[in-house]
């Protein structure tokens, strides 16, 4: 199968720039109170279905993987870039990080507590969403949780530099309530929405407002 172009210049640019990523945003959750309290709302509500493995699909560096774990979950990270996930294992040694794409998760039929998206399907397709969400719905148990944060907005961002490195990256920002229609299509129940106005946070300043969904997997 020959791989889409997306999948290959974001893995190319992310490889190109990941420690100088990791060396920008190293405190960037610790800025972030929203975040955080997202994060912990999920794995709470993860650890009253009983808990399990969770994925942070779209991982990067490992920061949110490494917070899960400090929560008490089961957290494991995947992520396009070999880059990436090298800086990722190298600060948290202790985890597990496999490369994989989340357009075709390579993961057990209902086999998981729980995922996270974290800012990571900000680089997916308008029409490969439908059959990324399905994924997500396939690879989580029933009464599985589900928690992502994106930007808002309409218009897709192009970034051609960065680090003084060429890259070939497309942020697409998306309204809060789109997505959870896609999400409701792929089987999901929604549990929560939240938008807040940008802020400031270590290594920058965010542009748009910030939407957070949790969703679940119906079942026990």
């Not at 993860?46 to 493995?53: F, L, N």
């Not at 057990?108 to 995922?115: F, K, Q, R, V």
């Not at 897709?156 to 409701?184: D, H, K, M, N, Y």
């Amino acid at each position: 199968m020959i791989e889409p172009d997306f999948l290959r210049e974001t893995r190319t640019s992310y490889d190109a720039v990941a420690t100088e990523i990791a060396a920008q945003f190293r405190d960037e959750l610790t800025s972030k109170p929203w975040d955080r309290a997202v994060l912990t709302a999920f794995a709470e509500l993860v650890q009253r279905t009983g808990g399990g493995p969770v994925a942070d699909i779209g991982c990067g560096t490992g920061a949110v993987t490494g917070y899960l774990s400090g929560l008490g979950l089961a957290a494991f990270g995947i992520d396009l870039s070999p880059g990436m996930l090298a800086v990722a294992r190298r600060n948290h040694p202790e985890l597990r990080f496999d490369e994989g794409s989340m357009t075709a998760l390579d993961l057990p039929e209902s086999g998981l507590a729980g995922i996270t998206a974290w800012y990571s399907i900000i680089h997916v397709p308008d029409e490969l969403l439908p059959a990324t969400f399905a994924g997500f719905h396939r690879a989580l148990a029933p009464g599985g949780h589900l928690a992502m944060v994106f930007q808002v907005g309409d218009e897709p961002v192009i970034r051609t530099e960065g680090f003084g490195q060429p890259l070939s990256l497309t942020f697409r920002r998306r309204r809060p309530e789109q997505v959870a229609a896609l999400l409701t299509d792929a089987g999901f129940t929604l549990r929560a929405q939240l938008v807040r106005e940008p802020e400031p946070y270590a290594g920058g300043t965010e542009k748009t407002p910030q939407a957070y969904l949790l969703a679940r997997k119906p079942g026990p």
